[in-house]
């Protein structure tokens, strides 16, 4: 079980847009701006689509969002398209003895 | 830019270790946080440690305790992760990932992944 809760499986079609939930608790999510989220092809290494929360890193389209909201974070995408369709991960800082926690992850379907 | 080149594929049986490097290149060693991240097949990402090679300082996941070290040389700027008495379960590709390259505070950079089975 992981430490964070993702939704197993989100969808939408192109244009669309999607929200992935990220639950935490008051230790890790609500403790920390210092949430991430990333983006993972079959077979690829993730990439870093948000960090802190809710900044972009350089070159990742601005269809990605995040947003927290007490132990909650949150992936918004925006105009969906079909490269979008992958597995999305959340992370979270958890402070100086657990360090660092996943989410189970949220594979998207672009119908 | 930073890259991380990581060793390649390993086949080990059960309760024997693997060793799996993470060279780092384009930046500052020691500078770095490089942790360690797996995803056994279907699954998600699994944090299992981290080190600061300035610092010479390794963390680790509690579940991994007293089976992984995670080390770093940095005269070749690379970082080590080995994890002992290896089972079935521990079947997974194994990710470096730092922390912080780009002054992002999150895993900006990852190597390619190595794959480790553990089969008899």
């Known amino acids: 079980q992981s430490a964070l809760t993702q939704p197993a499986s989100v969808s939408g079609s192109p244009g669309q847009s999607i929200t992935i939930s990220c639950t935490g608790t008051?230790?890790?999510?609500?403790?920390?701006?210092?949430v991430s989220w990333y983006q993972q092809h079959p077979g690829k290494a993730p990439k870093l689509m948000i960090y802190?929360?809710?900044k972009r890193p350089s070159g990742v389209s601005n269809r990605f969002s995040g947003s927290k909201s007490g132990n909650t974070a949150s992936l918004t995408i925006s105009g969906l398209q079909a490269e979008d369709e992958a597995d999305y991960y959340c992370c979270s800082y958890a402070g100086s003895s657990t360090f660092e926690v996943f989410g189970g992850g949220t594979k998207l379907t672009v119908l | 830019q930073v890259q991380l080149v990581q060793s390649g594929a390993e086949v080990k049986k059960p309760g024997s270790s693997v060793k799996v490097s993470c060279k780092a290149s384009?930046?500052?060693?020691?500078?770095?946080?490089i942790s360690w991240v797996r995803q056994a097949p279907g699954q998600g990402l699994e944090w299992m440690g981290r080190?600061?090679?300035?610092?010479?300082?390794?963390n680790y996941a509690q579940k991994f305790q007293g089976r992984v070290t995670i080390t770093a040389d940095k005269s070749t700027s690379t970082a080590y992760m080995e994890l002992s008495s290896l089972r079935s379960e521990d079947t997974a590709v194994y990710y470096c990932?730092?922390?912080?390259?780009?002054?992002?505070?999150?895993?900006?950079?990852w190597g390619q992944g190595t794959m480790v089975t553990v089969s008899s």
């Open positions: 080190i600061i090679p300035i610092l010479g300082i390794a």
């Open positions: 008051s230790s890790d999510v609500g403790s920390y701006n210092l």
């Open positions: 384009g930046g500052t060693f020691s500078s770095y946080t």
């Open positions: 990932a730092n922390y912080d390259s780009s002054g992002y505070q999150a895993f900006d950079i």
């Open positions: 802190e929360g809710s």
